[in-house]
């Protein structure tokens, strides 16, 4: 190529320059993007995400005749949770879909099993088909809970793999156990954050030999198995965040990855984290990490101790994944903080040069509004406040207080080098300290999470988060029962209409507008 005079060459490669240093710029900004913390297996889980709801069902419990509810004799068990004997004049029972109002599908429920024995069942079902091996059941969803009873179970071959499979599902759920509900309406998420369907929480899993599995009675002890994380993932083309349980050792970490490593998509990223809130005194991850950091003289105050095991710890559980991916790479390596102090932040990420080896501060920047009594605002006299004025304090205080965590984090991650994600976040209006049980307040802390001018103050907040310059935000979560303890869910039940909620719709807005190709109602696919 040929310029016609120098003026014109330093022109064109001022331009390239130019052109050039927006380009690396536009590479190294952060791309703020939705993720989503899916509710935990349990019998009360209003989202049902399995066609076969013995999946979610609650652990045996033991009866016998003529003694009070539950106190029958202890069960024998097998290592998968399945009973293989019972004391006589006993039987077992457990509960699924215990949910009120009829927010699951009725209809001729297919019961199959192996081994042999006899099967009852009580309260919302009804026994259409009785034949070896299999039973046909007619729900009645409006009745509330199921209960499935195992009367006689032969020693020898002992009932066990049992599954309740929802109607329409009989010929599928061996190839697809996710319900379409649930598939569709997370489709386009960008990561899925396990930290509940992993029951982090408190885990007491220490070894890979106590993981969840395929084979368990239920997931509502330990965990989903693994290899349904993976495969959901891979149905919806997101990325998973997997919470490390805090006890698990080296073992457990590098079979965890290989596993992942193995049944992945390989186009896809892992985020991954130690634990879930270490920092939190309630839980027993944070007390062990401070028993732990003590132990190591990294400090004499046991939260500061579990600060910097927190840090110690995630650079670990990081160089096992980086051995078994051969690299980092394809690894999101988190390093974990409270929003609303910096401070911990800077302690986490500093200590023996933590941040070297991670990718992104993440934090929890909840709107919140934590209410108990004798506190600011006290939770007796916000329980008399109206709607509106409920929805002006969080709009007015609350919202400016989390935008302020996220602009004062940004600088903490922009300091070392870091992303700044959210594991955890949306609206946090909840009494506590007492406040829970001021039904007044639960009450209208509910009507505030169904006010339209919800939608207004989640559009703010998910601007903020942009403008900042925040990258991945999970939100916490999916979809759950409102409660005293708090209105987390985005949605109530798995039938609801998402059209209808004034968190969902401006949340899925929000994502399409990052170019997250979700199912938003209403508009085009």
């Not at 099993?113 to 409006?142: C, F, H, M, Q």
């Amino acid at each position: 190529m040929f310029y016609r005079n120098k003026k014109h060459f330093s022109l064109m490669v001022l331009v390239c320059l130019l052109l050039i240093s927006s380009i690396g710029k536009a590479l190294s900004e952060p791309i703020p993007q939705l993720g989503m913390n899916l509710a935990g297996p349990a019998d009360w889980n209003t989202e049902l995400p399995f066609v076969d709801v013995f999946r979610m069902s609650r652990s045996w419990i033991s009866q016998q005749k003529d003694k009070s509810w539950g106190k029958g004799p202890e069960l024998d068990l097998d290592e998968h949770g399945w009973i293989r004997r019972l004391e006589p004049d006993c039987w077992a029972e457990t509960l699924m879909c215990t949910i009120e109002g009829g927010h699951y599908p009725s209809g001729r429920y297919a019961i199959f099993y192996d081994g042999k024995g006899k099967l009852g069942v009580w309260n919302a079902g009804t026994i259409v088909s009785d034949e070896p091996g299999r039973l046909i059941v007619e729900l009645d969803a409006s009745k509330g809970a199921f209960f499935l009873r195992l009367l006689e179970t032969d020693p020898n071959d002992y009932i066990r793999n049992i599954r309740v499979i929802m109607p329409g599902f009989e010929d599928t759920y061996k190839t697809n156990p996710w319900h379409p509900v649930f598939l569709n309406r997370w489709k386009g998420m960008a990561c899925l954050r396990f930290m509940d369907f992993m029951h982090t929480n408190n885990s007491r899993i220490a070894h890979w030999s106590q993981r969840p599995t395929l084979q368990d009675a239920t997931f509502s002890q330990k965990g989903i198995a693994l290899e349904l994380l993976i495969d959901l993932c891979n149905r919806l083309g997101a990325d998973p965040w997997f919470c490390m349980p805090h006890l698990a050792d080296d073992e457990y970490i590098r079979n965890f990855a290989q596993m992942v490593k193995s049944q992945l998509d390989p186009s896809r990223k892992i985020v991954v984290e130690y634990s879930n809130e270490v920092w939190n005194g309630m839980f027993q991850q944070s007390k062990f990490a401070g028993q732990e950091g003590i132990k190591l003289g990294f400090a004499e105050k046991s939260w500061e101790a579990a600060w910097r095991y927190t840090a110690y710890r995630s650079v670990q559980v990081f160089r096992i994944w980086e051995q078994v991916f051969g690299g980092s790479e394809r690894l999101v390596r988190i390093l974990p903080s409270q929003a609303a102090n910096p401070y911990v932040s800077e302690r986490v990420v500093e200590w023996q040069d933590a941040y070297k080896h991670a990718d992104a501060l993440a934090i929890a920047p909840y709107i919140s509004m934590n209410l108990s009594p004798g506190g600011k605002p006290d939770a007796k006299q916000v329980a008399n406040w109206s709607v509106e004025q409920v929805l002006d304090y969080l709009e007015n205080k609350a919202l400016p207080e989390s935008i302020k965590w996220i602009q004062d984090s940004k600088k903490i991650a922009d300091k070392y080098g870091l992303k700044l994600m959210t594991y955890e976040g949306g609206q946090h209006m909840v009494g506590v300290g007492g406040g829970e049980n001021i039904e007044q307040l639960t009450e209208l802390l509910h009507k505030a999470n169904a006010h339209p001018r919800m939608a207004d103050i989640y559009a703010k907040y998910y601007a903020a988060w942009e403008d900042a310059g925040g990258d991945l935000f999970c939100y916490f979560s999916s979809v759950s029962k409102w409660s005293k303890w708090g209105s987390w869910g985005l949605l109530q039940y798995y039938d609801e209409d998402p059209a209808q909620s004034p968190k969902f719709m401006p949340t899925m807005q929000w994502a399409r507008k990052c170019n997250q190709a979700v199912n938003l109602p209403g508009t085009k696919k």
